[in-house]
């Protein structure tokens, strides 16, 4: 008799086992991020974790401290959950780790040469912290803020932010908003608007690392990305654009075509050497102001797709190629985040911009303020 029913509880247990496993999608591959571990004060400011999600499925984790993207929960072709954004799991983490990871950037995303440019007669000195220039803000940017939050409903999130003047040694009383919203299209929305009392210059976006296999899954060359630009700005040898804007054609550059990223990363290409690998501004074939199609990123393992829409005019392409994956460049799990082991698509305006006249020009006024929008949009493919 014992033994029957020891029997029949093996047999219990293999069944079980069996029907949970049968739906992949009942069983996520993802470390959770509790909002218990961002719950704390920065600053004199709370520090607090955000859920936008939708019917699909599809969950956005966000931190109101440098308004970070900490999670994109989306589905595979088989409708796995995955965590497609390098992040931590606690704000400690953030504070201590990688400051651009899913971050907000301002008040200048990407660099301005030796860190100053003049506007109106005058000339401001801003932080040098990338060499001699300034890079993302300087030392007291947008992502290193704690912002204002509002959570409007469970799928939208507005944080907001009042940089002062001469803040960073840029001019103007700023107030910025940013509202992330995720719809039932599998989109992840983020719209931005600024106000100043004085001109200056802005730009923004959003510095998250992707990896649609997920986050500390390996590397993302095998990545098939698309971008749709016919130029890109080349750099000098400390990343700083030239201001020439060269044709991507015959070039490792050349995204014209879906290609995986890993194809030609290695070329003998001086512009790949300058920066080890791809970190560069493309300028995208689009209407200014227009909300169109900026870049398509595939992942064959998963069958993840990710569409990248925007109004800016322009499209950084960064492989990552600063991390090392040691000390605070572990991050869920126990990831260590080496170099190639995501992509960021930054939708911007052009690096330098206030250096070049050709550029499109990063200046706004009390009279035009600013407005800019990014949609994110996750589907599957065989």
């Known amino acids: 008799m014992y033994s029957y029913f020891r029997a ?8 079980s086992f069996i029907s949970c496993s049968s739906d992949p999608a009942e069983s996520p591959d993802y470390i959770p991020v509790e909002q218990s571990d961002f719950q704390v004060e920065h600053d004199g400011k709370q520090v607090d974790l955000f859920t936008l999600e939708n019917e699909q499925g599809m969950k956005v984790q966000i931190t109101n ?8 929960l989306v589905p595979d072709r088989n409708g796995k959950l995955g965590d497609v954004v390098l992040g931590y799991e606690t704000a400690r983490e ?7 990871l899913g971050a907000t950037m301002g008040r200048y995303a990407n660099r301005i040469a030796q860190a100053q440019f003049t506007l109106n007669d005058s000339t401001y000195q801003l932080d040098k912290n990338n060499g001699e220039h300034s890079i993302h803000g300087g030392m007291e940017g947008f992502r290193h803020q704690v912002w204002d939050a509002n959570q409007i409903d469970g799928q939208t999130l507005e944080l907001s932010y009042f940089s002062e003047d001469g803040e960073g040694g840029y001019p103007g009383n700023l107030e910025v908003t940013v509202t992330y919203s995720v719809t039932e299209d599998n989109e ?5 608007e600024a106000s100043t009392d004085k001109p200056t210059v802005l730009n923004m976006t959003n510095h998250a690392f992707f990896n649609l296999s997920g986050e500390g899954s390996g590397k993302i ?6 971008v749709d630009a016919v130029q890109y700005t080349p750099v000098d040898s400390t990343a700083i654009p030239t201001g020439e804007l060269r044709a991507v054609e015959g070039t490792p550059f050349d995204f014209t075509e879906a290609t995986a990223i890993g194809a030609r990363i290695d070329a003998d290409n001086q512009q790949l050497e300058y920066v080890g690998g791809y970190d560069h501004n493309y300028v995208l074939n689009k209407e200014e102001g227009a909300l169109a199609l900026a870049a398509r990123l595939f992942d064959p393992e998963s069958g993840r797709v990710m569409e990248v829409h925007t109004t800016e005019p322009g499209l950084q392409v960064y492989t990552a190629n ?3 994956g040691e000390g605070n460049q572990v991050g869920k799990g126990g990831h260590a985040y080496g170099p190639q082991s995501s992509v960021c698509l930054e939708t911007q305006h052009f690096p330098d911009s206030p250096h070049h006249p050709n550029f499109p020009s990063t200046v706004i006024t009390p009279d035009d303020g600013y407005q800019s929008t990014t949609i994110y949009t996750f589907s599957t493919r065989e």
């Open 221 to 226: 060359l095998d990545h098939v990305l698309f």
């Open 8 to 15: 029949f509880g093996i047999l219990f247990i293999m069944f």
């Open 188 to 192: 992840l929305k983020l719209e931005y």
């Open 94 to 100: 953030y504070f201590d780790g990688i400051a651009s």
């Open 322 to 324: 600063s991390l090392t």
């Open 65 to 72: 401290y440098g308004g970070k993207i900490v999670s994109v």
